[in-house]
């Protein structure tokens, strides 16, 4: 079999939406840490059995599957998700990363554990927590008198002081803490006293029941002016000079247990004078525990990080409140103190994952009503009114977890990642009805009893540095960086500089005090990484992988981009290779509602390239002009639709960028010179490009025919 000639794009398609939909319910091993913008287990499945496997995809996909011996190699391994594949139907892993926490992340999904002495260790651990520290997490019942209840989250809203009265005021940008979605009603807090008031309609929102002021919606916050309410002083923010925002705790979500029976909706609280004395024992506490595992680390200018400075925060510890801290240094002794080392790396490893939820960038989600943690945006936007989860969790009569973001979620996600290593399973969906199928035979790790040992070799090291022995590797399958899209540095040092600290600045790959390299292959504008960069980097990775491929081999990778330069890169770095592109293949690999996507226009489809040596081309890719391009995309968007797939403007450049690039790939190997400078390679192929016609009326028109059928359903 061969990917060009197998791979199902409407099947593939219609599994990774799916996916993408509730990706922990058919990978649970995401769960395992954070990474970004993870492309579907499915396509990586995907391309391994349409290489190695027998007979249709649509029935192998439901049966266990062995590729042993086969060495499948991931240059840019990120969270690992074609290595993980590859490693479940047993093939022998090779993966890199230049991101230390990659090489980590990648080792804690594929490592066995015992799932049952980690739930024991996390029990011990979360009763030690819940001992020093539960009762920073409890609150009393106002309306049925209930004490000690837990809190789900607590909402805080910056302060300033007033530049001309000099007295406190509340930076709020809206008054609405949650809408009717999911509660049986709006909920305001009052501009002038602060208690939570529950409107049955946000249009005619009345006068608070406490004070008898008008209720509002929209807040006096904008684009970083404020009014004074006191004086009317037009106060501008941030104040970086004055150090890391001040916040107030204006409200308070909470969970009573003992009321579930009678009590509809949620349960929403102004803080009373013991909630506020609590927060006042956190900081207490906090001011008199001296820090042994919270880093003192600052936070280094960048891209993404520079929005921090431009708040006032210069280290990361100054992201946390005290009450986070304190939790958080009390979690890192206690795994500090876990004797067993597997164990151990295990609760290190849901610390620094927990980090996402328990700092105070975090915001409250005022329709689902949950927190979104610091990564649900690839970058570190500060928010107005941040959200502080529980950091125990919550578990219910049932065993089941009430409101994200504390050590429970994390346990629970956890347990359920490793479990699925030993067991795997595939999800199928008939009409409505999903079943879980088990893959018996399969499984993900190293080695287990009876069954023959797979090398798994993962390495903390710029792919720009590798160098395979020739004519080792049985197929790349790979995800490189999009260029500019995610610092992955930049972003991962917020656990990076905890997780060091933690396990030790002795662990191999643990040596540099950032996670950050020059070497990484994004486009940083502080760092002044260009495309050349880019294309360079990516020239010698591909250089590499395509000498440690055995002959006719392939190297497959997704891509996606809004603007065509990175997609020259990406061509350039293929023909220095020596490598034809015998294929494009698109695959949804995103997910249109991701608060990272939502609006941008961006595609959720990735372009699969193809490549090998020498071999024949994909059926039906061939084109020699863009009205043969435009039939050929008519027959690709047709298999997204059959999948279920509503393609968008920004769906159809990409794939439209995937096939230039391919089509130029073609007109120029032959002629290659991989000698010319770097600028001059780009410029040529961007040539080449260019002469295959006008690009942009195709998109357009092909996304108008799009959009029609869209208003036509
Ligand atoms: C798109 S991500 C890979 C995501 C991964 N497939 C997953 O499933 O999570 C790209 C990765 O390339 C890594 N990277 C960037 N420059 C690199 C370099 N020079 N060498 C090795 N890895 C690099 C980044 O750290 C990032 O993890």
Same mark, same amino acid.
């Given at each position: 079999?061969?990917?060009?000639?197998?791979?199902?794009?409407?099947?593939?398609?219609?599994?990774?939406?799916?996916?993408?939909?509730?990706?922990?319910?058919?990978?649970?091993? *995401? %769960?395992?840490?954070?990474?970004?913008?993870?492309?579907?287990?499915?396509?990586?499945?995907?391309?391994?059995?349409?290489?190695?496997?027998?007979?249709?995809?649509?029935?192998?996909?439901?049966?266990?599957?062995?590729?042993?011996?086969?060495?499948?190699?991931?240059?840019?391994?990120?969270?690992?998700?074609?290595?993980?594949?590859?490693?479940?139907?047993?093939?022998?892993?090779?993966?890199?990363?230049?991101?230390?926490?990659?090489?980590?992340?990648?080792?804690?999904?594929?490592?066995?554990?015992?799932?049952?002495?980690?739930?024991?260790?996390?029990?011990?651990?979360?009763?030690?927590?819940?001992?020093?520290?539960?009762?920073?997490?409890?609150?009393?019942?106002?309306?049925?008198?209930?004490?000690?209840?837990?809190?789900?989250?607590?909402?805080?809203?910056?302060?300033?002081?007033?530049?001309?009265?000099?007295?406190?005021?509340?930076?709020?940008?809206?008054?609405?803490?949650?809408?009717?979605?999911?509660?049986?009603?709006?909920?305001?807090?009052?501009?002038?006293?602060?208690?939570?008031?529950?409107?049955?309609?946000?249009?005619?929102?009345?006068?608070?029941?406490?004070?008898?002021?008008?209720?509002?919606?929209?807040?006096?916050?904008?684009?970083?002016?404020?009014?004074?309410?006191?004086?009317?002083?037009?106060?501008?923010?941030?104040?970086?000079?004055?150090?890391?925002?001040?916040?107030?705790?204006?409200?308070?979500?909470?969970?009573?247990?003992?009321?579930?029976?009678?009590?509809?909706?949620?349960?929403?609280?102004?803080?009373?004078?013991?909630? !506020?004395?609590?927060?006042?024992?956190?900081?207490?506490?906090?001011?008199?525990?001296?820090?042994?595992?919270?880093?003192?680390?600052?936070?280094?200018?960048?891209?993404?990080?520079?929005?921090?400075?431009?708040?006032?925060?210069?280290?990361?510890?100054?992201? #946390? &409140?005290?009450?986070?801290?304190?939790?958080?240094?009390?979690?890192?002794?206690?795994?500090?103190?876990?004797?067993?080392?597997?164990?151990?790396?295990?609760?290190?490893?849901?610390?620094?994952?927990?980090?996402?939820?328990?700092? #105070?960038?975090?915001?409250?989600?005022?329709?689902?009503?949950?927190?979104?943690?610091?990564?649900?945006?690839?970058?570190?936007?500060?928010?107005?009114?941040?959200?502080?989860?529980?950091?125990?969790?919550?578990?219910?009569?049932?065993?089941?977890?009430?409101? &994200?973001?504390?050590?429970?979620?994390?346990?629970?996600?956890?347990?359920? %990642?490793?479990?699925?290593?030993?067991?795997?399973?595939?999800?199928?969906?008939?009409?409505?009805?999903?079943?879980?199928?088990?893959?018996?035979?399969?499984?993900?790790?190293?080695?287990?009893?009876?069954?023959?040992?797979?090398?798994?070799?993962?390495?903390?090291?710029?792919?720009?540095?590798?160098?395979?022995?020739?004519?080792?590797?049985?197929?790349?399958?790979?995800?490189?960086?999009?260029?500019?899209?995610?610092?992955?540095?930049?972003?991962?040092?917020?656990?990076?500089?905890?997780?060091?600290?933690?396990?030790?600045?002795?662990?191999?790959?643990?040596?540099?005090?950032?996670?950050?390299?020059?070497?990484?292959?994004?486009?940083?504008?502080? /760092?002044?990484?260009?495309?050349?960069?880019?294309?360079?980097?990516?020239?010698?990775?591909?250089? %590499?992988?395509?000498?440690?491929?055995?002959?006719?081999?392939?190297?497959?990778?997704?891509?996606?981009?809004?603007? *065509?330069?990175?997609?020259?890169?990406?061509?350039?770095?293929?023909?220095?290779?020596?490598?034809?592109?015998?294929?494009?293949?698109?695959?949804?690999?995103?997910?249109?509602?991701?608060?990272? *996507?939502?609006?941008?226009?961006?595609?959720?489809?990735?372009?699969?390239?193809?490549?090998?040596?020498?071999?024949?081309?994909?059926?039906?890719?061939?084109?020699?002009?863009?009205?043969?391009?435009?039939?050929?995309?008519?027959?690709? !968007?047709?298999?997204?639709?059959?999948?279920?797939?509503?393609?968008?403007?920004?769906? *159809?450049?990409?794939?439209?960028?995937?096939?230039?690039?391919?089509?130029?790939? /073609?007109?120029?190997?032959? &002629?290659?010179?991989?000698?010319?400078?770097?600028?001059?390679?780009?410029?040529?192929?961007?040539?080449?490009?260019?002469?295959?016609?006008?690009?942009?009326?195709?998109?357009?028109?092909?996304?108008?025919? /799009?959009?029609?059928?869209?208003?036509?359903?």
């Amino acid at each position: 079999m061969s990917i060009e000639r197998d791979f199902d794009v409407a099947l593939i398609a219609s599994l990774a939406l799916q996916e993408k939909q509730i990706q922990q319910n058919y990978r649970p091993i *995401i %769960a395992v840490h954070k990474w970004f913008a993870r492309r579907p287990g499915t396509l990586f499945w995907g391309l391994l059995l349409s290489e190695f496997g027998e007979g249709s995809l649509a029935k192998s996909y439901y049966e266990a599957n062995d590729f042993a011996g086969r060495v499948v190699a991931d240059p840019f391994m990120g969270g690992g998700t074609p290595l993980v594949e590859a490693n479940r139907v047993g093939c022998d892993v090779l993966g890199f990363d230049v991101n230390p926490m990659a090489a980590w992340i990648v080792r804690e999904e594929i490592e066995h554990l015992d799932v049952v002495a980690y739930r024991a260790v996390a029990g011990q651990l979360l009763a030690a927590l819940e001992n020093d520290i539960g009762r920073l997490y409890r609150t009393d019942c106002p309306r049925y008198g209930d004490e000690d209840v837990p809190v789900k989250y607590f909402l805080w809203v910056k302060v300033i002081d007033c530049a001309g009265c000099g007295k406190s005021l509340d930076l709020f940008p809206g008054y609405l803490v949650a809408t009717d979605a999911r509660h049986t009603s709006n909920v305001l807090v009052c501009p002038m006293c602060g208690d939570l008031n529950e409107v049955a309609d946000l249009k005619t929102p009345g006068s608070c029941a406490g004070c008898r002021g008008k209720l509002a919606t929209e807040g006096l916050a904008k684009r970083g002016r404020c009014p004074c309410p006191h004086c009317g002083e037009i106060n501008r923010y941030p104040r970086p000079e004055l150090g890391p925002p001040r916040h107030r705790l204006f409200a308070i979500e909470y969970f009573n247990p003992r009321q579930r029976e009678r009590h509809k909706g949620r349960f929403f609280k102004k803080p009373d004078a013991k909630d !506020l004395e609590r927060v006042e024992q956190a900081s207490k506490g906090w001011g008199e525990t001296s820090a042994e595992f919270v880093p003192d680390q600052e936070i280094l200018p960048g891209d993404e990080t520079d929005r921090l400075h431009r708040w006032g925060y210069r280290f990361y510890r100054e992201l #946390m &409140s005290g009450r986070q801290l304190l939790g958080l240094e009390l979690s890192c002794r206690l795994i500090a103190a876990t004797p067993d080392k597997r164990l151990r790396n295990a609760l290190a490893t849901n610390l620094s994952d927990l980090l996402r939820y328990q700092n #105070m960038l975090c915001r409250y989600d005022t329709t689902s009503l949950k927190s979104l943690d610091i990564f649900s945006v690839h970058g570190f936007p500060v928010g107005l009114v941040q959200c502080e989860s529980n950091l125990l969790g919550i578990v219910n009569g049932k065993g089941v977890n009430i409101g &994200s973001g504390g050590w429970t979620n994390i346990v629970e996600k956890y347990a359920r %990642a490793k479990s699925y290593c030993d067991a795997p399973f595939e999800v199928r969906t008939q009409g409505r009805r999903k079943t879980t199928t088990p893959i018996k035979g399969e499984w993900i790790g190293e080695r287990r009893p009876g069954a023959r040992p797979r090398s798994v070799a993962l390495r903390c090291l710029s792919s720009t540095m590798v160098e395979l022995a020739p004519g080792s590797v049985d197929a790349v399958f790979t995800d490189p960086p999009y260029f500019g899209n995610v610092q992955y540095g930049e972003l991962m040092d917020f656990c990076y500089v905890w997780l060091r600290q933690l396990v030790g600045a002795g662990v191999e790959d643990f040596r540099r005090p950032s996670s950050r390299s020059l070497d990484e292959l994004t486009g940083n504008a502080t /760092e002044s990484r260009g495309i050349e960069h880019f294309t360079e980097g990516l020239s010698s990775v591909y250089r %590499a992988m395509a000498r440690a491929l055995k002959p006719g081999a392939p190297l497959a990778f997704t891509f996606h981009h809004n603007r *065509i330069e990175p997609y020259h890169a990406v061509g350039v770095a293929i023909l220095d290779a020596g490598l034809a592109c015998l294929a494009t293949l698109p695959c949804p690999a995103e997910m249109g509602g991701s608060i990272h *996507i939502h609006g941008t226009g961006s595609s959720i489809v990735d372009t699969i390239f193809v490549c090998r040596k020498r071999g024949a081309a994909r059926p039906g890719q061939a084109f020699d002009s863009l009205d043969e391009l435009a039939t050929l995309m008519d027959g690709e !968007l047709d298999l997204l639709r059959a999948a279920g797939m509503t393609p968008t403007a920004g769906d *159809i450049r990409c794939m439209v960028y995937g096939h230039l690039a391919r089509r130029a790939i /073609e007109k120029r190997k032959a &002629s290659w010179n991989p000698a010319l400078a770097t600028t001059a390679r780009l410029e040529l192929f961007a040539q080449t490009t260019l002469e295959l016609g006008d690009c942009q009326g195709l998109i357009e028109s092909l996304a108008k025919v /799009e959009e029609t059928a869209g208003l036509a359903l």
